[in-house]
Every structure is written in structure tokens, then in C-alpha cells.
């Protein structure tokens, strides 16, 4: 595959293609001057009261995606968006405009002949061409402009698809629109097509092992399995379905008991992974409850308060199913884990001007960069200044008026569950804050 430098290196290699067809064909005796190729925009090659001398311009006007190759996949990641998985190229096709520029009687006309008659007899780029005119010998080489030199490494005369060179035919109308956005005077002129450079990123991806075997061999036909096809509606596979909190609570406190919901759950050695991309933490806990198919029980030890901070996380499920020798992975559902409060109910009594200073101690550790506030009945309160990590914070709440307000505290906009939901009516817990 080519790099990012490819659609310079193919302008420089049909500029080089022009250059040596004026040459070999002796333009410069049969015109009587010196003829050039230029690769300029059309407004750019005649100055505005200079002389308009005896030159071909090639113009690279419109770049498009390759109708052949754009059906391929785009650059693709992993779950986390860390890892890339492929690296499909970016597939272009090239347009260019071929103009012949001249101040005597007929000599645009000669030059735009032969150029087209080159382009005719050769109608694509091989890879012999793009590397001589890619790799210059040492001695020009290095008089090179940097640009110039960098196109060696363009990759073009080793990318899997060759060049080919099509004319292309843009009417009267199309033109006009051309040369007017170019804001130049109309010259002979021909459209070609260069088609198709293809693109592709240098960054490592995931590749996938070669398959040693399609299943357990039949001891009967000595074949291996196979497809196994399955006429039910469950899949056959290990399946999370639900995340289930005590109480009915959207959220996940340590301590708690979880209960993870679906099929084909049974096994030895069933873990559940736990994986926040934020904070970094990767952890692996052995699954709870009864070897049931259809639930596993996770515990977040309140002693890990350090491990697993306040955040969004991903749930997997991993076991080596009855029968097999193989662990399974299941599918990631989301987990939300949020604060708790463990200092509550709390009485204060406010000072002179109004003010109560409160002490909240809280699971798990507030970590270096996460947002945090209580909530005091309908009111915000910052914190006061703290060093991360910490599970004991100081707010003091100005103005207060006597009463009993519920507490929460809002860490990454994640909030301590203050109901229980469980209960018929759903009822709030007594996290109350007195002040007299």
C-alpha cells in the first residue's frame, strides 16, 4: 500500500512521463523554444504581465473515492477504541487537467498533441516508471527540494493495484465552470483519470490466529463438527441479560450484592471482569452464588474501595461450560457504580452567621480529576480544598435554615442512591442531614 505521499508521487511521476515524451519526441527542436511541465494551478502559470512561454501544465483538479474499492470497510477498532482491527485502505482516483500553453502560431496545439499521443501509448504507470522517476540517481538526488525526496518512500510502485491512465470527456459546460474557478483564461486542454491509489495506514492491528480445527471430531465419520445449528430462539451461548442491584437501584454500591441475569451461565471457574476505560482498572472477581444457568451473583468488596472508583463500567462473564475445556466470554452489559454515603444520619448545629460544616465520609475513593459535590435537599455545595485519592470530604453550607435535609453526594455526575426502591412504596432512607 501507498502513504499519504502517493498522490504527490503520481503527480511527480506523470509530470517526469511529459518531461521525457518533449524529449524524446525533440519538442524543443520543432517548436523552436524551450518547452516545460509544469504543475501548477491554471491562474499561477502565466503572471499576470508576463510572457507566456511554450509549457505543459498538469493540474490535479478533483480527487475522488474509488467506485471499485469504496464498498471495502473503514478503519475499524476494538470495544475499547484502543486497538485498531484493520487497516482498509483509502481508495482514490485522481483528475487531472492537461493544458498547453504557448505564445506562437500552433505551438499549444503541438504540444497538447503530443502529450495526449504519449498518454495513449502509455496508458499506465509501471512500477518500472514510478521507481525511476521516484528514486533519481544519487548525484541529482540530492539536489533535490526536501519534498521532492520524500516521495521515495510513497510506496506507490509496490501498492497492489497498478496505475492506469484514462482520458476522461468534460463538455463545454463542466469546463467553463473549471477554468472560471481557477479565475484564468481558457486554454487547449485535456481531462484524464488516474486510477486507483490506494492509501493505507502504518498502525499495528489485531490479527486474528490461523483456525487449527472446526470442532470436536465425530468418532463415528472421523470429521470434524462443524456448524452446529441449534433450532431454538436462545442462543446457545453464554448470555448476559439484566444487572440487577439490590433494591431496585439503577446504581451499584460496594458491599452490595448484585445479580446478574441470563443463560447458559453455569460452568467451573466462572469470573466476572470488570473494565473502566477512564480509570484504568482491568480486574477479574470470582462469581458468587449457586452454579445456576440463569444467574450469577458479583460482590464488590467495600474493602476495595481504592480499586474501583465511581464510573461506568463494563460487565463480562467468563466460565468453562459443562463439557467443555475452553473458557467462554460473555457479552458486556454496563454497571454504574456510585457513592455511598457511610456517615448518615447526621446532626449539626449551625454558628452565628448560619453556617454548618459538615464532615462526609464515603465509598469508594474519590481519584485525582473526578468532580465532586453534596446535595443538601435542592442545594449544590462544593467542596472545601482536598487532596486525592480520598473518602473523607469537608463542605461547609452557608445560610442554611433549621430543618432536616436529605443528603447525596454527586461524584462525575453519579449520585449516592438516597430511596429504596425495593420497597412498596419506594421509600427514602434516613440519609438526613439535622441542623438546629
Same mark, same amino acid.
Given at each position: 500500500m501507498?502513504?499519504?505521499l502517493a498522490i504527490a508521487g503520481v503527480t511527480a511521476v506523470l509530470r517526469d512521463r511529459l518531461n521525457d515524451g518533449m524529449v524524446n519526441h525533440n519538442i524543443t527542436g520543432v517548436l523552436g523554444s524551450t518547452v516545460t511541465v509544469s504543475v501548477l494551478p491554471p491562474d499561477r502559470v502565466v503572471l499576470e504581465g508576463g510572457t507566456e512561454s511554450s509549457q505543459l501544465n498538469l493540474f490535479l483538479y478533483q480527487v475522488t473515492p474509488n467506485t471499485g474499492w469504496r464498498n471495502a470497510s473503514l478503519p475499524s477498532r476494538d470495544d475499547t477504541g484502543t486497538q485498531r482491527l484493520s487497516n482498509p485502505p483509502l481508495a482514490l482516483d485522481l483528475h487531472y487537467l492537461i493544458s498547453a500553453y504557448s505564445g506562437g502560431d500552433l505551438h499549444a496545439e503541438i504540444l497538447l498533441g503530443y502529450a495526449m499521443q504519449l498518454l495513449h501509448e502509455?496508458?499506465?504507470?509501471t512500477r518500472e516508471m514510478i521507481r525511476t522517476a521516484l528514486n533519481p540517481s544519487p548525484d541529482v538526488g540530492d539536489d533535490l527540494p526536501p519534498a521532492l525526496r520524500a516521495l521515495a518512500d510513497c510506496g506507490l510502485a509496490d501498492q497492489m493495484e497498478s496505475l492506469r491512465i484514462t482520458p476522461q470527456h468534460l463538455g463545454l459546460e463542466d469546463m467553463s465552470k473549471l477554468w472560471t474557478a481557477t479565475q484564468s483564461h481558457y486554454r487547449p486542454t485535456v481531462a484524464y483519470q488516474v486510477s486507483v491509489v490506494l492509501i493505507e495506514a502504518t498502525r499495528p492491528t489485531r490479527a486474528a490466529l490461523p483456525v487449527l480445527t472446526r470442532g470436536a471430531v465425530d468418532p463415528v465419520s472421523g470429521r470434524e463438527r462443524g456448524v452446529v445449528v441449534t433450532p431454538s430462539l436462545v442462543p446457545p451461548l453464554p448470555t448476559l441479560e439484566a444487572v440487577l442491584p439490590p433494591d431496585r437501584q439503577p446504581v451499584?454500591?460496594?458491599g452490595d450484592v448484585v445479580v446478574l441475569e441470563g443463560h447458559h451461565l453455569d460452568g467451573a471457574s466462572r469470573t466476572i471482569e470488570l473494565r473502566n476505560e477512564r480509570h484504568g482498572v482491568d480486574a477479574s472477581i470470582a462469581a458468587g452464588g449457586p452454579d445456576a444457568a440463569d444467574r450469577m451473583e458479583l460482590l464488590i468488596p467495600a474493602s476495595s474501595a481504592s480499586a474501583f472508583p465511581v464510573g461506568?463500567?463494563?460487565?463480562?462473564? @467468563?466460565?468453562?461450560?459443562?463439557?467443555?475445556?475452553?473458557? @467462554?466470554?460473555?457479552n458486556r452489559l454496563a454497571c454504574i457504580v456510585a457513592p455511598n454515603i457511610t456517615n448518615l444520619p447526621q446532626s449539626l448545629v449551625r454558628d452565628g452567621n448560619g453556617d454548618v460544616q459538615c464532615t462526609i465520609t464515603f465509598t469508594p475513593q474519590l481519584r485525582a480529576g473526578q468532580r465532586v459535590a453534596l446535595l443538601l435537599g435542592d442545594r449544590e455545595i462544593l467542596p472545601e480544598t482536598f487532596a486525592a485519592p480520598t473518602s473523607s470530604l469537608t463542605f461547609i453550607a452557608r445560610d442554611m435554615q433549621p430543618g432536616a435535609p436529605l443528603a447525596r453526594l454527586r461524584i462525575d455526575g453519579i449520585e449516592s442512591p438516597v430511596a429504596? @426502591?425495593?420497597?412498596?412504596p419506594p421509600a427514602f432512607y434516613n440519609h438526613r442531614i439535622t441542623i438546629t
Open positions: 501507498s502513504t499519504a502509455f496508458p499506465a504507470l451499584v454500591r460496594l461506568v463500567y463494563d460487565i463480562t462473564a @467468563r466460565m468453562v461450560r459443562p463439557g467443555e475445556t475452553v473458557a @467462554r466470554s460473555t429504596n @426502591r425495593g420497597a412498596t
